[in-house]
């Protein structure tokens, strides 16, 4: 009885700022927004016909994985580089972690400001003699990349840190007894680190690959509402826009489902542990 009380204050929180938003989010989503009826799937009947909406889904399906595969790709790169005794190695730690100790906004404006049609690369372009290149010109597979670039830029240090600390608990015997018996770097490599941080990859793609689903602020700042939809954005777009509550919340609902079915694999590995 006495644990109970104590969980009361978390229970009441979790209820007030978790359960009744989710909750009215989905009230509104199942409600007619012109006669008021619930349930009601006429929220979902316009997304359905929304040409942005069906972009904004398969954007939010791509791009999640573009930008976690630069992620895993630099993180494991980084974290290898930076397990070895290099000289300034704790200087180098920090700048790899420097994007993502800085305000989401503050590394989103200044990569905006580096990469608009009169930002900071085409100025050193200009200075080369090299033509101007609009990378967040909106709808172009140029603004995509440069949408999950600058997230996987932002996020790699959350898989760097992990891959790091697996590789520091990895047992050193193992490497030296393979280093004995001639195998090669690239050898030891394949053979012997990547199957022992298996375990840790697989757990920074579950992670990332699940919090990538969620973005918002890379696309919006970078490109605004329609340059990369994703749901967020066009559930934003919706609320701010057009004030229509219910296709926002119907949109949220489907990120919400996207959201879930991505976290099967996490409580899947939970329930195995």
């Known amino acids: 009885m006495r644990a109970w009380l104590l969980a009361v204050p978390l229970l009441v929180y979790l209820a007030v700022f978790l359960v009744y938003p989710m909750g009215e989010a989905v009230r509104l989503a ?5 006669s008021g009826s619930f349930p009601s799937l006429a929220s979902f009947r316009i997304l ?11 954007v939010n399906l791509l791009l999640p994985m573009v930008a976690v595969a630069l992620e895993v790709v630099a993180g494991l790169g980084l974290a290898l580089l930076l397990a070895e005794r290099l000289p300034a ?21 200044i990569l905006r400001n580096v ?4 930002g900071y690369l085409n100025g050193a372009f ?3 003699g090299v033509a101007p290149v ?9 603004s995509f990349v440069s949408v999950a670039f600058v997230d996987a830029w932002r996020t790699t240090p959350v898989v760097f840190l992990i891959l790091l600390g697996a590789l520091a608990a990895l047992p050193a015997e193992i490497g030296q007894a393979a280093r004995v018996d ?23 793609i579950l992670l990332r690959g699940l919090d990538a689903l969620r973005l918002f602020a890379a696309p919006l700042v ?8 994703v749901l967020s954005t066009y559930a934003y777009h919706q609320w701010s826009d057009y004030g229509d509550d219910g296709a926002a919340a119907a949109a949220s609902v489907v990120l919400a489902l996207l959201c879930l079915l991505a976290s099967a694999p996490l409580l899947r590995r939970r329930v195995t542990a």
């Open 222 to 229: 970078l490109t605004g509402v329609e340059g990369v939809p």
């Open 89 to 109: 190695r704790r200087l180098l730690r920090a700048a790899v972690l420097l994007p993502f100790a800085l305000p989401e906004i503050v590394f989103l404006t």
């Open 48 to 58: 359905a016909d929304d040409r942005l909406f069906r972009d904004a889904l398969v």
């Open 30 to 34: 199942f409600t007619d927004s012109v």
């Open 115 to 118: 990469l608009t049609p009169r």
């Open 182 to 204: 001639g195998a090669s770097s690239w050898r030891r490599f394949w053979h012997v680190t990547l199957p022992l941080l298996r375990p840790a990859l697989v757990a920074a």
């Open 126 to 128: 200009a200075m080369v």
């Open 134 to 142: 609009d990378l967040l010109s909106p709808g172009t597979a140029s």
